[in-house]
Antibody, heavy 126, light 112 residues
């Protein structure tokens, strides 16, 4: 069974930092893109960042570029989101998601965000 | 950035009746293999989102066959053949062709 378990959320003052972790199990982690998606209170879904299976390429939404860093440790089946210079507008539930695809052989296959964690709440407030 | 526009934003439904949600992208979502990089997600109350449809019309694992997705150019449709009470929640389309990946505004489906 695929499991994604986030941790590291909490209350942080504007300008502060936080590191989110996502522990994955139940699948071959090193063959999947991994992503973070957030949802502000009462709002819709917003993609935040994605990292390639080998960690060689990373993609970010403009609003977090230069402040957030996605990384992964394939030996630990974990993906991380380092969040610096946090703002009030970063307040959201942050979901770890498997996807946007995976590697089969040497070929990338699109599969959407096919598994999600329960989310961890980040509150940026003074 | 690609803009995704969903309609309606609210959809009262009757159990046993069909329902459909539309999503329009501001540009083609066709990838180099000729597939539309368009997904549909359902977020049930108090739960994380779940993938229903990917590549425009492929049902995700475990998704009931009453859910179907179709495409016509840049117009996409999610259909529920017979709504069940457990189908309530917010439905999102999302384009996965290029970053930034963009979700639609969401369609709230509730029982009449």
């Amino acid at each position: 069974e695929v499991q994604l378990v986030e941790s590291g959320g909490g209350l942080v003052q504007p300008g502060g930092s936080l590191r989110l972790s996502c522990a994955a199990s139940g699948f071959t982690f090193s063959t999947y893109w991994m992503s973070w998606v957030r949802q502000a209170p009462g709002k819709g879904l917003e993609w935040v960042a994605t990292i390639r299976p080998d960690g060689g390429e990373k993609y970010y939404v403009d609003s977090v570029k230069g402040r957030f860093t996605i990384s992964r440790d394939n030996a630990k089946s974990s993906v991380y989101l380092q969040m610096n210079s946090l703002r009030a507008e970063d307040t959201a539930v942050y979901y770890c998601a498997r996807g946007i695809g995976r590697i089969v052989g040497a070929t990338p296959h699109y599969g959407g965000f096919d598994s999600w964690g329960q989310g961890t709440l980040v509150t940026g407030s003074s | 950035d690609i803009v995704m526009t969903q309609s309606p934003l609210s959809l009262p439904v009757t159990p046993g009746e069909p329902a459909s949600i539309s999503c329009r992208s501001s540009q083609s979502l066709l990838n180099s293999n000729g597939y539309n990089c368009l997904d549909w997600y359902l977020q049930k109350p108090g739960q994380p989102p779940q993938l229903l449809i990917y590549l425009g019309s492929s049902r995700a694992s475990g998704v009931p066959d009453r859910f179907s997705g179709s495409a016509s150019g840049t117009d996409f449709t999610l259909k529920i053949s017979r709504v069940e009470a457990e189908d309530v929640g917010v439905y999102y389309c999302m384009q996965g062709l290029q970053t930034p990946y963009i979700f639609g505004q969401g369609t709230k489906v509730e029982i009449k």
